[in-house]
């Protein structure tokens, strides 16, 4: 069969523009012609021949492969070139899965959750929890204190391992049993209450809270630089499940929900001296009971998660080139690198011969001057993020309704997984990208602190707009915190096991000042009034 004269037009021009042509069928590399080319090609089509058009993606190497005399075998052609392309793309995805372990890539979410969930729980009830307890809107300043007396863990560890080098796994064991036990009485016992220095006090829920806290504030100066002594993916592992530690709750509190804003309605008391409208808040889909026992769960599978990790032989086999003495006290060894050197001959038949000889990468050490800045800019992170805007967020959030507050709790708590699995996929450990970042988190920070400081009547209250910049101002702060202080751990890992116990060290020195600034603000001045809807 010959081709119609459209049809050898086109080929010809293809092939004078630099295309190959072989047998009956033409590959030519498309460029600005692209679409006149494919009309010709249509033209071809309807005359009695095949064409048809592969194009790659980003259009960079798009190409035309036209079988004049068979359809057929152009479509052939084309489905050849895609099942490769796809086939390499399948094998990527296969190797980045066999150079790591599912099991322990698991163990590790399942052991990271265990770390913060007590603490966060308690923090995302906060909109159901300070609705009945005695200190009302002053609650979140005093859990943020107890939360920080938590770092009696990590100082108690310190003390320990002086007098006697004791395996950190060991430590581990205790602290989540110690978690646990903390979680299943705060379901029970939260809303007991004591006179203490002259009112009342929720006594019973601040002894659970410190329970809880002791694991979360030890965790940072023993439960990561147990991951240390994994392979560096592992360490992103687990803190993705760290994050998880505040998604988890936050969910389940979503479910939950918090009944609705607070209505004032006739009050039906014979009192005389008593109000006549009252406050009322329609109750959640369960109460805060359910909710602490699945945080009592979750712990007792994280407990269980650790025992395999540290015991099974398949996670062993993980471990990096590291040389551990004892506690968390490790050093990394150095990977020998092959360097190929090319030996020229005399003879031009001959190859040149190769000779192999052996050197030692070096880790990338970071200079004092950024050692200190990144260290510093940490803990003041962790002052304002972790320390003193949890305690005033109450006064933030509340004039905007109960709806508001808790929106902002549980979406900005499951704004720290976000932010890890970004730093996955979008990783910044430039010290350039983490200001640059830090100083953003600032904008949002000054907004939050604005409408606390004009409580009870910030900007935008009773409208949706106010609603909603509350909400996003505080979700987007605390997941730009939560970034930076990831990027910050990762460069930092590669420093060593010491440098990972400084990174827990200084995250909770700069927490544990920030709540003391905030129990302080909040208790002993009248910078925060409360707003009242009745």
Same mark, same amino acid.
């Given at each position: 069969m010959?081709?119609?004269a459209?049809?050898?037009?086109?080929?010809?021009?293809?092939y004078?523009?630099?295309?190959a042509?072989?047998?009956?069928?033409?590959?030519?590399?498309?460029?600005?012609?692209?679409e006149s080319?494919?009309?010709?090609?249509?033209?071809?089509?309807?005359?009695g021949g095949g064409?048809?058009?592969?194009? +790659?993606?980003?259009g960079?190497?798009?190409?035309l492969i036209?079988s004049?005399?068979s359809a057929?075998?152009?479509?052939?052609?084309?489905? %050849?070139? @895609?099942?490769? +392309? #796809?086939k390499q @793309?399948?094998?990527?995805v296969?190797?980045?899965?066999q150079?790591?372990?599912l099991l322990?890539?698991?163990l590790?979410?399942?052991f990271?959750i265990?770390? *913060?969930?007590?603490?966060n729980s308690?923090?995302?009830?906060l909109?159901l929890?300070?609705a009945?307890a005695p200190?009302g *809107?002053? $609650?979140?300043?005093?859990?943020v204190v107890?939360?920080?007396l938590?770092n009696l863990g990590? %100082?108690l560890?310190?003390a320990l391992?002086r007098?006697?080098?004791?395996?950190d796994s060991?430590?581990?064991?205790a602290?989540l049993?110690?978690?646990?036990?903390?979680a299943?009485?705060?379901?029970? $016992?939260?809303?007991?209450t004591a006179?203490?220095?002259g009112a009342e006090? !929720?006594v019973?829920?601040?002894v659970?809270?410190?329970?809880?806290a002791?694991?979360?504030c030890?965790?940072s100066?023993?439960?990561?630089?147990y991951m240390?002594r994994f392979?560096?993916?592992y360490l992103i592992?687990?803190?993705i499940?760290?994050?998880l530690?505040?998604?988890?709750?936050?969910i389940?509190?979503?479910i939950?929900g918090?009944?609705?804003?607070a209505?004032?309605?006739p009050?039906?008391s014979t009192d005389?001296d008593?109000p006549?409208?009252i406050s009322y808040?329609p109750p959640p889909?369960?109460?805060?009971l359910?909710y602490?026992?699945?945080?009592?769960?979750?712990?007792i599978v994280?407990?269980?998660?650790?025992?395999?990790l540290?015991?099974?032989p398949?996670?062993?086999?993980?471990?990096a080139a590291v040389?551990?003495?004892?506690?968390n006290d490790?050093?990394y060894?150095?990977?020998p690198?092959v360097?190929v050197?090319?030996?020229?001959t005399?003879n031009?038949?001959? @190859?040149p011969?190769? !000779? +192999?000889?052996? @050197?030692h990468e070096?880790?990338k050490?970071?200079s004092?001057r950024?050692?200190?800045?990144?260290m510093?800019? =940490?803990?003041?992170?962790c002052?304002?993020?972790?320390g003193f805007?949890?305690?005033?967020?109450?006064?933030?959030?509340?004039?905007?309704?109960n709806?508001?507050?808790h929106?902002?709790?549980?979406?900005?708590?499951?704004?720290?997984p976000?932010a890890?699995?970004? &730093?996955?996929?979008?990783?910044?450990?430039?010290?350039?990208?983490?200001?640059?970042? !830090?100083?953003l988190a600032?904008?949002?920070?000054a907004?939050a602190?604005a409408?606390?400081?004009?409580?009870?009547a910030?900007?935008?209250m009773?409208?949706?707009i106010g609603?909603?910049?509350?909400?996003i101002s *505080?979700t987007i702060?605390i997941?730009?915190v939560?970034?930076v202080r990831?990027?910050?751990?990762?460069v930092?890992?590669?420093q060593?096991?010491k440098s990972?116990?400084?990174?827990? &060290?200084?995250t909770?020195?700069g927490?544990l000042?920030?709540s003391i =600034?905030?129990f302080? #603000?909040?208790n002993f001045?009248? %910078?925060?009034?409360?707003y009242?809807?009745?």
């Amino acid at each position: 069969m010959s081709p119609s004269a459209d049809s050898r037009d086109g080929a010809e021009a293809d092939y004078d523009g630099g295309g190959a042509a072989t047998g009956n069928v033409a590959v030519v590399t498309v460029s600005s012609a692209v679409e006149s080319r494919r009309s010709r090609s249509a033209d071809t089509s309807s005359t009695g021949g095949g064409a048809i058009a592969a194009n +790659t993606a980003g259009g960079e190497a798009d190409c035309l492969i036209v079988s004049p005399s068979s359809a057929a075998l152009t479509e052939s052609c084309c489905l %050849l070139r @895609k099942s490769t +392309t #796809m086939k390499q @793309k399948l094998t990527g995805v296969r190797d980045a899965f066999q150079n790591r372990s599912l099991l322990v890539d698991l163990l590790a979410i399942l052991f990271g959750i265990g770390a *913060w969930i007590g603490v966060n729980s308690s923090f995302v009830q906060l909109p159901l929890l300070v609705a009945n307890a005695p200190e009302g *809107w002053n $609650l979140p300043s005093y859990l943020v204190v107890i939360t920080q007396l938590g770092n009696l863990g990590p %100082l108690l560890y310190t003390a320990l391992q002086r007098v006697r080098a004791f395996r950190d796994s060991y430590m581990i064991y205790a602290v989540l049993v110690i978690g646990t036990v903390g979680a299943i009485c705060m379901a029970f $016992l939260y809303e007991r209450t004591a006179f203490v220095f002259g009112a009342e006090r !929720s006594v019973a829920m601040f002894v659970c809270v410190f329970a809880l806290a002791l694991v979360g504030c030890t965790s940072s100066v023993l439960f990561m630089p147990y991951m240390g002594r994994f392979r560096d993916v592992y360490l992103i592992t687990y803190l993705i499940g760290e994050g998880l530690s505040g998604f988890l709750p936050s969910i389940v509190a979503l479910i939950q929900g918090v009944g609705g804003n607070a209505e004032c309605i006739p009050n039906n008391s014979t009192d005389p001296d008593a109000p006549d409208f009252i406050s009322y808040t329609p109750p959640p889909r369960f109460g805060s009971l359910e909710y602490f026992v699945f945080v009592f769960v979750v712990l007792i599978v994280s407990t269980i998660a650790f025992t395999i990790l540290d015991n099974h032989p398949r996670c062993r086999q993980e471990y990096a080139a590291v040389v551990i003495n004892h506690g968390n006290d490790y050093t990394y060894e150095t990977a020998p690198t092959v360097t190929v050197v090319t030996t020229p001959t005399s003879n031009p038949s001959e @190859k040149p011969t190769a !000779s +192999t000889s052996t @050197k030692h990468e070096q880790p990338k050490v970071l200079s004092n001057r950024n050692y200190t800045y990144l260290m510093v800019l =940490l803990g003041v992170l962790c002052l304002f993020g972790n320390g003193f805007f949890p305690g005033i967020q109450s006064y933030s959030c509340l004039p905007y309704g109960n709806v508001a507050y808790h929106l902002t709790v549980t979406l900005s708590t499951m704004a720290n997984p976000v932010a890890c699995f970004m &730093a996955v996929f979008l990783p910044h450990t430039s010290i350039r990208a983490i200001t640059s970042i !830090s100083m953003l988190a600032g904008v949002f920070a000054a907004y939050a602190m604005a409408t606390a400081f004009m409580s009870p009547a910030p900007p935008f209250m009773g409208m949706a707009i106010g609603e909603a910049l509350v909400i996003i101002s *505080w979700t987007i702060l605390i997941g730009l915190v939560s970034y930076v202080r990831l990027s910050i751990t990762t460069v930092f890992r590669s420093q060593g096991g010491k440098s990972l116990v400084w990174v827990g &060290a200084v995250t909770q020195i700069g927490s544990l000042c920030g709540s003391i =600034l905030s129990f302080t #603000m909040v208790n002993f001045t009248n %910078l925060f009034q409360q707003y009242y809807p009745c």
